[in-house]
């Protein structure tokens, strides 16, 4: 499974010098606290191989990519970005042009969300051909998430982004059964920006419905003990 991290957006590099990454929570740096508990990337030792991150073209970025971010994944690739984009779900594109083969699972994680959870990907896309993709999600009803809606039967109908459209709220993990799925999504949602953009910008959650439109499945898999870290200190780091 090809593992791509977005560190690309507008709030990622701080007023001193730093980046929201390396903010310490319980003595850790953010990025360690929630990407280092994921079960898929602590169960498979090839999986910081398939571990990009995207990161600005900036001093501030370079600098942390090429050395505290280099340290703690020395196996994983960094890309780095000349200019802003128009959102998450494009910036991971540099990530998924990086993909070693279009029929593997990708997984997008903006990893600011701690949580556990048990959930096995590869099994599911493996098990499961109609199902194109999944979503991490916990119970809230705050304005500050994505949120997807189930119908009667339990099955994804919608995906948006900063509208709570039910309870059911994303913990910023999001997993596509391949990237020529993830393409297709995109490409749905960028002939369709007056539905799916929130303040003019892709976000990762919406593309959802660009896998719906296509026929796929999306399923919902529940996180335990979510803390947003991101949060941790009473505002946000």
């Not at 003595?27 to 929630?34: E, N, S, V």
């Not at 997008?108 to 590869?122: G, K, M």
């Not at 099955?155 to 997993?175: M, P």
Request: aromatic share 10%; net charge neutral.
């Amino acid at each position: 499974m090809h593992i791509v991290v977005p560190l690309a957006g507008p709030d990622f590099e701080r007023a001193d010098g730093r980046v929201k990454a390396e903010a310490e929570v319980d003595d850790a740096p953010l990025l360690r606290q929630t990407l280092d508990t994921r079960a898929w990337l602590r169960s498979d030792r090839a999986s910081q191989c398939n571990l990009t991150f995207i990161l600005r073209d900036s001093p501030v970025s370079r600098r942390f990519g090429e050395g505290p971010l280099n340290a703690w994944y020395p196996k994983a690739r960094r890309v780095f970005l000349s200019g802003e984009t128009q959102g998450a779900a494009l910036s991971a594109l540099a990530g998924v042009a990086l993909t070693r083969s279009t029929s593997e699972p990708l997984c997008i994680d903006l990893a600011d969300i701690q949580y556990v959870s048990t959930f096995e990907p590869r099994r599911l896309f493996a098990d499961r051909p109609d199902v194109g993709a999944a979503a991490l999600t916990f119970s809230s009803n705050k304005p500050a998430y994505s949120y997807l809606r189930t119908d009667e039967t339990g099955d994804v109908v919608e995906a948006a982004e900063k509208r709570v459209i039910s309870q059911n709220a994303s913990a910023g993990t999001y997993f596509f059964a391949s990237s020529t799925v993830y393409l297709s999504a995109l490409a749905h949602n960028l002939a369709n920006v007056d539905r799916v953009a929130y303040n003019g910008l892709f976000y990762v959650c919406p593309l959802f419905n660009g896998v719906l439109a296509s026929g796929l499945r999306v399923v919902l898999e529940r996180a335990e003990n979510v803390r947003d870290i991101k949060f941790d200190a009473g505002g946000p780091i």
